[in-house]
């Protein structure tokens, strides 16, 4: 069975950093993308981050470019979304996604994935 499990949200002041892990089991294959996605109340899901297969390509939303970076450790079949210069606007559940894909590609939309983690809470407020 495939899951996803997410893991390293909290609190945190703005300015400050977090990482997000998110660990992939039941998958047979490498091959597989991942996205980061958060949705904030009252909001609609955003696509933020992600990663292909092999780690080489990567996306970000433009709200995220620049302060948050992801990677990806295929051994641990664990894939990190380090979060920096955090905003009280950052704060949502933080969702990750994958698909089973060999392909050197990723994407920001939440129709393209068919695995979801349970979602973790980031709240950035003073």
């Known amino acids: 069975q495939l899951q996803l499990v997410e893991s390293g949200g909290g609190l945190v002041q703005p300015g400050g950093s977090l990482r997000l892990s998110c660990a992939a089991s039941?998958?047979?294959?490498?091959?597989?993308?991942v996205g980061w996605f958060r949705q904030a109340p009252g909001k609609e899901r955003e696509g933020i981050s992600c990663?292909?297969?092999?780690?080489?390509?990567?996306g970000y939303a433009d709200s995220v470019k620049g302060r948050f970076a992801i990677s990806r450790d295929n051994a641990k079949k664990t894939v990190y979304l380090q979060m920096s210069t955090m905003k009280p606007e950052d704060t949502a559940i933080y969702y990750c996604?994958?698909?089973?894909?060999?392909?050197?590609?990723?994407?920001?939309?939440?129709?393209?994935?068919?695995?979801w983690g349970q979602g973790i809470q980031v709240t950035v407020s003073s």
């Open positions: 996604a994958a698909v089973i894909s060999s392909l050197p590609v990723c994407r920001l939309e939440n129709t393209w994935y068919d695995q």
């Open positions: 039941g998958f047979t294959r490498d091959g597989f993308a």
């Open positions: 990663i292909g297969a092999t780690g080489v390509l990567t």
